[in-house]
C-alpha cells in the first residue's frame, strides 16, 4: 500500500530535550515536506526537500532542522523543543513535477505526530 | 509569498442538502494548482478534489466540485447531497506549477457541520 508513515504518532516532552520525528514514504517520491499546522493558521511548511541530500527552508524553518540521506526518509528534529513548537506536525512528499501523469500534482500526507512540548 | 484566504471559518449545513465553501487566493503567476483538502477528526488529509489553473473546466468528482474564476482568484467547492462523513474541516491549497515548487500554501480553514 502506497502511504507516508509518521512516528511518534504522539508525543509529550519537556523543554529542550531533543526530539526526532520519523517519517518515510513507499512511493519513490524525490519531494519530501513537513508541515505544521495551528489552529487559525491552517499548514505552513517547514523544511522540504527535492531530493537525496537536497533540503530547504519553508516558511517557518526556526528550532527545526531536517536531513535527506535516502530517499525515503526525511526525519525532522528538534534540538531543543520549546512550548511554542507545540502543534500537529505533517509529512509529506510528491513526485517531481518532470514526472509525466496527473499524480504528479497529487501530495500525499502521513497521518500526522501531535507533539506536546511542556 | 502566495496567500490563500478562507472567509468562513465554520459553515453548516443540513444533511442531503448543498453548501458552498469559499476560497480566494493572490497570485503573480498564471500556472498553478489549487486544491481542496479535507480533515476529518482522524487528522488525515485527504486531497478531495484539485484543479490545474490552464483548465477552464471546473473540476468534479461525485459529489463534489469546484468553481474555479481564475480573474477573480476564486476557488469555490460545492458539495452537493451533503453527508454526515462530510462533516470535517476544509483546506484550500494553492501550488506553483513552476518546476521546483513544492510549497503548498493553505488556508485558514472552514469547519463544516454536517446537521443530521
Known amino acids: 500500500e502506497a502511504q507516508v508513515t509518521q512516528n511518534p504518532r504522539y508525543l509529550i516532552t519537556v523543554t529542550g530535550k531533543k526530539l526526532t520525528v520519523t517519517c518515510s514514504q513507499n512511493?519513490?517520491?524525490?519531494?519530501m515536506s513537513w508541515y505544521r499546522q495551528d489552529p487559525g493558521l491552517g499548514l505552513r511548511q517547514i523544511y522540504y526537500?527535492?531530493?537525496?541530500?537536497?533540503?530547504d527552508k519553508g516558511d517557518v524553518p526556526e528550532g527545526y532542522k531536517v536531513s535527506r540521506k535516502e530517499k525515503r526518509n526525511f526525519p525532522l528534529i528538534l534540538e531543543s523543543p520549546s512550548p511554542n513548537q507545540t502543534s500537529l506536525y505533517f509529512c509529506?512528499?510528491?513526485?517531481?513535477?518532470?514526472?509525466?501523469?496527473?499524480?504528479?500534482?497529487?501530495?500525499?500526507f502521513g497521518p500526522g505526530t501531535r507533539l506536546t512540548v511542556t | 509569498a502566495q496567500t490563500v484566504t478562507q472567509s468562513q471559518p465554520e459553515m453548516s449545513v443540513q444533511e442531503a442538502e448543498t453548501v458552498t465553501l469559499s476560497c480566494t487566493y493572490d497570485?503573480?503567476?498564471?500556472?498553478?494548482?489549487l486544491f481542496w483538502y479535507k480533515q476529518p477528526p482522524s487528522r488525515q488529509m485527504i486531497l478531495v478534489i484539485r484543479?490545474?489553473?490552464?483548465?477552464?473546466q471546473n473540476a468534479t468528482e461525485n459529489r463534489f466540485s469546484v468553481n474555479f474564476q481564475k480573474a477573480a482568484k476564486s476557488f469555490s467547492l460545492k458539495i452537493s447531497d451533503s453527508q454526515l462523513g462530510d462533516a470535517a474541516m476544509y483546506f484550500c491549497?494553492?501550488?506553483?506549477?513552476?518546476?521546483?515548487?513544492?510549497?503548498?500554501?493553505f488556508g485558514t480553514g472552514t469547519r463544516l457541520t454536517v446537521i443530521p
Open positions: 509529506a512528499s510528491r513526485f517531481s513535477s518532470i514526472n509525466p501523469g496527473p499524480w504528479a500534482y497529487e501530495q500525499y
Open positions: 484543479q490545474e489553473a490552464y483548465k477552464q
Open positions: 512511493m519513490n517520491h524525490e519531494y
Open positions: 491549497a494553492y501550488r506553483s506549477a513552476s518546476e521546483g515548487a513544492n510549497n503548498l500554501f
Open positions: 526537500s527535492m531530493n537525496v541530500e537536497v533540503t
Open positions: 497570485t503573480s503567476e498564471s500556472d498553478y494548482y
